[in-house]
């Protein structure tokens, strides 16, 4: 049985994906980086060849993500894609007439704009963690509440209250205002919520046309508060898939699909990888003004991939 690897690596969490020909996710699996991602890496596919039956047969690997190319060179993808694809491409597959995406992760946000299956605009945020899940993390650690609570208690505001959103340190100083001022608890953490979407609409999707249907992707989207916080300033139904928090990876997985097509090999190294040693070191090259600093990975000591550079000149073959 045919089977699809994808891996998204984020700089909060990597998310491995292991789907059949026809398109269903066998198994996926939600890690957090903690910093270690050739670790977690080897962890998380160990964890998902234990999960999947014995006769699957991986025909391809793809890898998305801020560390697509270290997973990449690892595991052996058959393609590196960038993440608006990946998340273009799973948003396609199970909602096939999507016009909007709204993608929300821990350290950036984006929005995917399609018409008619085809990417025509997007934007992301790379910069500033207003319009992020960590906006949201510091804010849950200074009220002293698990973030998994958040969307419920912002579900639960009885009086509307507007903080400052534009920065993570104004809108800090700004909650503790309101709290000075008497509002409760589920008030604040509603206020936060608005706050994280105006961001978004005001910044990342700015001149962008939002029509329906609407997919909000990410690990947000677990967030109830926000999503409730979405459609009411957007006037619109979002749908949140079920696979909300693993999407890069499944685009991943259809893209290797879709390459290995046809009968072609895969370069996928197997399982084994997870047994391996990795390390990864970096240089500044100096060859010209641009002082590209390279980095490279090794397997068995041996340099397996770089990048980093303008030019071809440290490409490894």
Excluded at 5 to 18: E, K, R
Excluded at 19 to 36: N, Q
Excluded at 226 to 240: D, K, S, Y
Aim: proline share 3%; charged share 20%; net charge negative.
């Amino acid at each position: 049985m045919k089977a699809y690897l994808g891996i998204d690596v984020g700089s909060v969490s990597i998310n491995i994906v292991v789907m059949s020909e026809a398109g269903d996710v066998l198994t996926g699996l939600y890690l957090r980086t903690m910093g270690r991602p050739i670790e977690v890496i080897q962890e998380g596919l160990k964890e998902a060849a234990a999960a999947v039956p014995p006769d699957i047969e991986i025909a391809g690997a793809g890898t998305t993500g801020s560390g697509r190319y270290l997973a990449g060179v690892m595991v052996g993808a058959d393609v590196i894609k960038n993440e608006i694809t990946a998340h273009a491409v799973a948003s396609s597959m199970l909602v096939p007439d999507v016009k909007a995406v709204l993608e929300v992760g821990g350290q950036d946000s984006k929005i995917i704009i399609m018409r008619n299956g085809i990417v025509t605009d997007f934007a992301m945020n790379t910069v500033c963690a207003a319009g992020t899940g960590s906006f949201l993390d510091q804010q849950a650690a200074r009220l002293n509440i698990p973030i998994t609570s958040f969307g419920e208690l912002a579900l639960n505001s009885q009086a509307s209250v507007r903080i400052a959103g534009r920065c993570t340190v104004f809108a800090e100083s700004d909650m503790i205002h309101k709290q000075q001022m008497g509002y409760g608890l589920p008030d604040i953490v509603k206020g936060l919520c608005d706050a994280l979407v105006r961001n978004y609409l005001n910044n990342v999707a700015k001149g962008k046309e939002i029509l329906p249907p609407v997919v909000f992707q990410g690990g947000v989207a677990a967030n109830v508060g926000i999503r409730t916080a979405f459609e009411t300033a957007l006037g619109l139904p979002v749908i949140i898939p079920e696979y909300f928090n693993i999407m890069g990876a499944i685009g991943a997985a259809q893209l290797a699909k879709e390459k290995t097509a046809g009968g072609n090999s895969t370069s996928f190294k197997g399982f084994a990888v997870t047994g391996l040693p990795y390390r990864t070191g970096s240089f500044d090259c100096n060859g010209c003004s641009n002082v590209c600093e390279i980095v490279e990975i090794y397997e068995n000591e041996k340099v397996i991939g770089r990048w980093g550079s303008r030019c071809a000149k440290w490409d490894v073959i």
